[in-house]
Nanobody, 115 residues
């Protein structure tokens, strides 16, 4: 069993930055593929970025060059550094963990980009 707790969301102006964190409880964090998803009002939940247990990363085209996903296996924590934020980045951001057929979601953290 893995529990995921996101933090770091908030209100930021266009062009600003935020860093999201996802603290994971349970064992074997390093063996999980981890990811960030986001869901805007009235829209489906979409993948933002992912990082495998081996450190390979993948990004949605809309965030490439602006967002960076990273993980600290010693601290059981996943991060998402978000720079040059745009109003269209406004959404609830969810942390996700997967290993084989096991999947886990966090409760989400709100990110609002507005002037």
């Amino acid at each position: 069993q893995v529990q995921l707790v996101e933090s770091g969301g908030g209100l930021v102006q266009p062009g600003g930055s935020l860093r999201l964190s996802c603290a994971a409880s349970g064992s074997d964090f390093s063996s999980y593929t981890m990811a960030w998803y986001r869901q805007a009002p009235g829209k489906q939940r979409d993948l933002v970025a992912s990082v495998t247990s081996g450190g390979s990363t993948n990004y949605a085209d809309s965030v490439k060059g602006r967002f960076t996903i990273s993980r600290d296996n010693a601290q059981n924590t996943l991060y998402l550094q978000m720079n040059s934020l745009k109003p269209e980045d406004t959404a609830v951001y969810y942390c996700y963990a997967r290993r084989a057929f096991l999947t886990y979601w966090g409760q989400g953290t709100q990110v609002t980009v507005s002037s």
